[in-house]
């Protein structure tokens, strides 16, 4: 059974600096295309950023240059590191495999 566990949201203040983690069991994240999506407050759930099983990477314009998707292999591991946090970043976070997979989700707040 696959399980995705995201951890590493909190609040921060705007400007800040965070790094999520979604740990896979029963997965390969090597081998899986993965994603972090979140919603927003009142918000729809919306695309954040893509790792490819090749490690190509892609991401939403409005964190594009401030947001970094990686992964660690040897943990099984997919990070999301958060610069220059704004406001509107605020939202719980998600991770996703290309088997439609879902964690529970993580929530980040970033105080003005």
């Known amino acids: 059974q696959v399980q995705l566990v995201e951890s590493g949201g909190g609040l921060v203040q705007a400007g800040g600096s965070l790094r999520l983690s979604c740990v896979a069991s029963g997965s390969i994240v090597s081998l899986n295309g993965m994603d972090w999506h979140r919603q927003g407050p009142g918000k729809q759930r919306e695309f954040v950023a893509h790792?490819?099983?090749?490690?190509?990477?892609d991401y939403a314009s409005s964190v594009k240059g401030r947001f970094t998707i990686s992964r660690d292999n040897a943990k099984n591991t997919m990070y999301l590191q958060m610069n220059s946090l704004k406001p509107e970043d605020t939202a719980v976070y998600y991770c996703?495999?290309?088997?439609?997979?879902w964690g529970q989700g993580t929530q980040v707040t970033v105080s003005s």
């Open positions: 996703t495999d290309s088997y439609g997979h």
């Open positions: 790792i490819s099983r090749f490690g190509d990477t």
